[in-house]
C-alpha cells in the first residue's frame, strides 16, 4: 500500500482497534477462504449503539477498492442462490437494504440472472404509498421505505432474497420480515450477506422465529465467525472516539474538511447518455428488462466517460453517492475493464459518521465531510467520503443522481475533494420518478413555530413553539371552579386555564434565594442529562420540550451544547396532555422538517411518570419517533436519560408563566383546536414586568463552566452506570393513595415541582414532607400557609415532599374563602 509516497507495510486493518478495546474477529470453524481479516476491518463510529463498525473491504462503501472486486463478491453470492433456489430462482424477488447494500444487492439480483430486484431507500416520494417499512436497530440512520413502481412486485409468492452487507445480530432481517410476512406470507426466504457475525444465541433466534412462521430461512455469505466484545467496549469506544477528536487525531492533517462552504471547483461534467426511462438503481424496482437495457448502453456510456477522462486520467476513483450505489459501480467497472485508466477504483459516499485515524492497522484513514446536497426528507446535515483525501488519486468522477446535482453539491462535496485529486469529473444519472402513484391530496400546509418577541419572552432562538396563540381567548377561570368540574367529569383540565399567581413580594425573595443556592446545582444536572444525550441518542439531537415546564430546561440544553461544543441545537416546545395523548400536527411537523430519529423529548422532572407513560403510549402511531424522555431530575426513576435522580428545588417549578416566557399552560378544547391547528396557549404580555424567564436562563447558564469538570465525572460514571427505571415513585403514589383514603393516583402528586403546581393550580388537601427537609421546602410551606394547608412530616418518603389534591372536591368542602378544610 502507498500513501504520499510511502511504502507501507501490509497490516490488518482492525488491529489498532483489536489492540485499543480487546474486539476481535474469529473465524468460524472450517472456514478456510476467504478469510474474514481479508474481508473485514474494523472502525470506530458516532453512534450510541454500537461502538464498532465492520468496515468490509469488497462492499465498495467506505474501502476505495477494485470495480471487479465489488461486483464479483455480489454476483458471486447470487449465483450461489440461484443453485439453491433451483427452478424457484425464476420467480425470486431480490430486496437490499440502504444505504450500504443498495449496490452489493443489485449485484446478488444479477447472479440470479432474472429476479427483479427492489432495494429500501430513506427517500420518500410524495404521492407513492409505501408497500412496507421497517427498522435497522444499530444503523445510524434507522427508518427504512419499500417504495416499489409496481405494487405487486413484493406481492407474490416466491422466494424473497434479503441482501444486506452484514448479519450481526439479525435484528433487521428479522424487522423486515415480520413487516413484510403480515403482508404478503411466503414459503421461503434467503438471507444474503458477505459476513455473517451473529453469535450462537441470534442463529438460534432466527430458526426459532421462521419456525414460529412457518417457513424456511436459509443463510448465505461469504465468511461467517463471531465479533469478541469485551465488557464495557461501548463506553471504552465512545471515550476512545472522544480522546481523539479531542486530539485532533481525526484524520484532520489530511482530509477532515468542515462541512462550512466552500469554493466551488473546476468541474468537468460529462453527458452519459443515460438511457430514457432507465431506473437509476433499485428505488423503485429494477426489473430484467431494464438489465438488458442497461447492459446494452454501458459501452457506450463507458466510452464517453473515458473521453472525458484524457489520454492520461492516471489513478482513477469513481465515487458514488449514499444509495445510489449500482449505477456507479456498472459504470466504473464498465471504464476498469476498457483499459482507459491505469487503475480504477470505486467507493461511495455516506451518512455515518465514523471516526478516521491516519494509522495502517485502521480501516478508515481519512475523512471529507460536506453537507447533504439532494434536499433529504430528513434534513440538511453532513456526509463522508471516507479514504479518498491523501489516496493518490490523480481523477475523481463523482456520480450523482439529478436529485443531488445542486449548487450545494459543489460548494460541497466537489469542492472538499478538489484539493485532494489533480481533476474532478462529474457525472449525473437522471433521477428516475414512478410513473404509477397514488392521487395527492393537497392540504394546507402546517403554519411555522410561534417564535418570540411575538409569542413569548424568550429569544427566537431559544425556543420555536408548535403551538396557536390564543391570546385574545377568555380561558382562565377560578381553581375552585375548575376544581369541581374536572373532578364531577364534566371538564378535563386542559379545556381552560387557572388564574396565573401572582407572587407575593415575599414568595419572590424566596424563589430568588433558591435560585441563587442552586443555580451550580441545575447547571450541572443540565449538562449532565445535554451530554448524556449528545452521546446515547444523537449527535444532532432535536430537543423537543414539553411545554410549558420542560421548555426552561430545553434552552438551557441547547445553550449548554452551544457552550461547550458549538453546536445550535434546534429546539421546539410541544403539548402533550395526560388522557389526550401528544399534539399529533406537532409531530407532524417535526417528522416534515427533522429526522425522527434525532427528536429528544424533554421535560422538567419525573413525579410519578405519568406524562412518561402517556407520551410512550401516543407515540405509537408514529414512525421513528424515540418514545424515551429525557429530564432534569427523576427522582420517580422513571426514565434512563436524567440530570440527576435527586428531589430537589428547581426554581423555575416555583412560578408559572413568568418563568417559562409568559407562556401558559397548554389548551386543548375542540371549539378551538381544528383537525390541522396546533394545541393552544396564551402569552401574558401584561406580565413582562414581573418575568423572569431569560433571567432564570441566564444565572443558570453562568455556572457552566464552573461544573463542567464535574458533569464530565459524573457523565462517565453514568454512561457506564445500570440506570434501568425503578419506577419506585409510581410505587409510593400507589401506596400513598390508598393509605390515605385517595384511591385516584391522579390526585397524588409527588416531588417538589409537582407538589408546588397543586398549590399554584389545584385544590390541596394537605402536603406531606420529608421529615427534617431543609430550605428546599420554604417555598411550599409558604405557599401551604398562605392557602391554608395543613403539612404533615412523615418518615420513609422517597421524595422531599408530595402534594395531596383534595379527593372529594366541592366548594362546600373547602369553605368560603376557597381554603381546604383540615382533614381528620
Known amino acids: 500500500m502507498t500513501r504520499k509516497g510511502k511504502t507501507i507495510d501490509t497490516v490488518w486493518s482492525g488491529t489498532w482497534v483489536a489492540e485499543r478495546l480487546g474486539v476481535d474477529l474469529s473465524q468460524a470453524s472450517g472456514e478456510t477462504s476467504p478469510r474474514l481479516k481479508e474481508l473485514l476491518g474494523l472502525a470506530l463510529r458516532h453512534n450510541p449503539k454500537r461502538a464498532h463498525l465492520l468496515v468490509s473491504q469488497v462492499l465498495g462503501k467506505h474501502v476505495p477498492q477494485s470495480p471487479e472486486a465489488v461486483y464479483t463478491a455480489g454476483h458471486g453470492l447470487g449465483v450461489r442462490v440461484r443453485e439453491l433456489l433451483g427452478d424457484s430462482a425464476a420467480a425470486a424477488v431480490v430486496l437490499g437494504y440502504a444505504e450500504t447494500a443498495t449496490g452489493l444487492g443489485h449485484c446478488v439480483a444479477d447472479g440470479l440472472g432474472s429476479a427483479p430486484y427492489l432495494h429500501s431507500t430513506r427517500r420518500p416520494v410524495p404521492g407513492l404509498r409505501p408497500a412496507g417499512g421497517f427498522e435497522e436497530a444499530h444503523s445510524h440512520a434507522t427508518s427504512h421505505l419499500l417504495l416499489p413502481e409496481d405494487p405487486a412486485l413484493l406481492a407474490g409468492q416466491g422466494p424473497l ?25 411466503r414459503a421461503h ?48 469506544g465512545r471515550a476512545l472516539v472522544e480522546e481523539h477528536e479531542a486530539a485532533g487525531a481525526d484524520g484532520d492533517a489530511v482530509a477532515d474538511a468542515g462541512a462550512g462552504p466552500g469554493a466551488p471547483p473546476t468541474v468537468t461534467r460529462v453527458r452519459l447518455g443515460w438511457p430514457a426511462g432507465l431506473p437509476d438503481g433499485g428505488r423503485h424496482g429494477f426489473t430484467p428488462a431494464h438489465r438488458e437495457t442497461l447492459e446494452a448502453a454501458l459501452p457506450g456510456m463507458a466510452a464517453r466517460l473515458a473521453g472525458a477522462l484524457g489520454e492520461r486520467p492516471g489513478r482513477v476513483l469513481v465515487l458514488g453517492n449514499e444509495e445510489l450505489m449500482y449505477a456507479p459501480l456498472r459504470l466504473a467497472r464498465a471504464l476498469e475493464e476498457s483499459g482507459a485508466a491505469r487503475e480504477v477504483r470505486f467507493s461511495t459516499t455516506t451518512r455515518s459518521p465514523v471516526l478516521a485515524v491516519d494509522d495502517p492497522g485502521y480501516a478508515i484513514r481519512t475523512r471529507l465531510v460536506f453537507p447533504a446536497h439532494d434536499d433529504p426528507a430528513d434534513g440538511p446535515g453532513d456526509r463522508y467520503a471516507y479514504n479518498v483525501a491523501g489516496a493518490g488519486f490523480d481523477t ?18 466537489l469542492a472538499r475533494l478538489a484539493p485532494h485529486t489533480g481533476r474532478v469529473v462529474l457525472a449525473v444519472v437522471p433521477s428516475y420518478v414512478p410513473d404509477r402513484q397514488e392521487p395527492t391530496v393537497t392540504e394546507p400546509p402546517l403554519p411555522e413555530p410561534l417564535r418570540g418577541p411575538a409569542f413569548s419572552s424568550y429569544a427566537p432562538e431559544d425556543v420555536g413553539w408548535l403551538l396557536q396563540d390564543l391570546s385574545g381567548v377568555r380561558l382562565e377561570a377560578p381553581t375552585e371552579e375548575r376544581e369541581e368540574a374536572i373532578q364531577a367529569g364534566g371538564a378535563h383540565y386542559a379545556e381552560s386555564l387557572p388564574v396565573e399567581y401572582q407572587p407575593s413580594p415575599q414568595y419572590q425573595e ?14 450541572r444536572a443540565v449538562g449532565t442529562v445535554t451530554e448524556t444525550v449528545l452521546a446515547e441518542r444523537s449527535p444532532s439531537p432535536v430537543l423537543v420540550s414539553l411545554a410549558r415546564a420542560g421548555t426552561p430546561v430545553g434552552v438551557l440544553m441547547r445553550r449548554w451544547a452551544r457552550a461547550r461544543h458549538g453546536l445550535d441545537l434546534p ?84 412560578l408559572n408563566s413568568t418563568v417559562s416566557g409568559l407562556v401558559s399552560r397548554t389548551v ?41 469538570d464535574t458533569v464530565a465525572a459524573e457523565v462517565k460514571e453514568l454512561l457506564a452506570a445500570d440506570r434501568t427505571p425503578t419506577w419506585a415513585g409510581w410505587a409510593a403514589v400507589e401506596r400513598i393513595s390508598e393509605e390515605y383514603g385517595i384511591h385516584d393516583v391522579n390526585l ?17 388537601w394537605k402536603i406531606l414532607a420529608q421529615r427534617g427537609a431543609g430550605s428546599d421546602l420554604d417555598h411550599v410551606r409558604l405557599l401551604a400557609e398562605q392557602r391554608g394547608v395543613p403539612v404533615e412530616e412523615v418518615d420513609d418518603l422517597p421524595y422531599m415532599c408530595v402534594g395531596l389534591i383534595h379527593p372529594r372536591f366541592t366548594r ?13
Not at 434479503?162 to 403482508?183: P, W
Not at 441470534?202 to 466484545?229: H, K, W, Y
Request: overall charge negative.
Open 571 to 654: 429546539h421546539y416546545a410541544v403539548s402533550i396532555v395526560r388522557g389526550r395523548g401528544i399534539d399529533a400536527n406537532a409531530l407532524r411537523w417535526l417528522a416534515a422538517h427533522h429526522d425522527p430519529a434525532d427528536v429528544v423529548f424533554v421535560d422538567g422532572w419525573t413525579g410519578k411518570g405519568a406524562i412518561t407513560r402517556e407520551l410512550r403510549e401516543a407515540l405509537t402511531g408514529f414512525e421513528g419517533f424515540n418514545p424515551e424522555i429525557v429530564v432534569l431530575a427523576d427522582p420517580g426513576s422513571c426514565v434512563d436519560t436524567y440530570g440527576t435522580r435527586e428531589d430537589f428545588l428547581i426554581p423555575s417549578a416555583c
Open 396 to 413: 475523481v468522477v463523482a456520480v450523482v443522481d439529478s436529485a443531488g446535482d445542486t449548487p450545494r453539491l459543489h460548494a460541497g462535496l
Open 748 to 764: 397524588v402528586k409527588p416531588g417538589v415541582g409537582e407538589t408546588t403546581r397543586v398549590l399554584l393550580r389545584r385544590v390541596p
Open 189 to 236: 426466504y434467503v438471507v444474503v450477506a458477505l459476513v455473517d457475525m451473529r453469535s450462537a444465541a441470534d442463529r438460534d433466534r432466527l430458526t426459532a422465529f421462521a419456525a414460529e412462521l412457518g417457513a424456511q430461512v436459509d443463510l448465505i455469505a461469504l465468511a461467517s465467525g463471531t465479533v469478541s466484545l469485551p465488557d464495557g467496549v461501548l463506553a471504552k
Open 161 to 185: 432474497v434479503l441482501v444486506d452487507d452484514e448479519f450481526s445480530t439479525g435484528n433487521t432481517v428479522l424487522n423486515t420480515i415480520r413487516d413484510l410476512h403480515a403482508r404478503h406470507p
Open 812 to 824: 362546600g368542602a373547602t369553605g368560603a374563602d376557597g381554603k381546604a378544610v383540615a382533614s381528620k
Open 668 to 708: 386543548l378544547r375542540s371549539d378551538l383546536v381544528g383537525p390541522r391547528d396546533f394545541h393552544g396557549a396564551k402569552f401574558y404580555r401584561e406580565l413582562a414586568g414581573a418575568d423572569v424567564s431569560a433571567a432564570f436562563v441566564d444565572t443558570v447558564a453562568a455556572r457552566f463552566d464552573e461544573v463542567a
Open 510 to 523: 424566596l424563589y430568588r434565594n433558591a435560585l441563587d443556592a442552586s443555580a451550580a446545582r441545575i447547571a
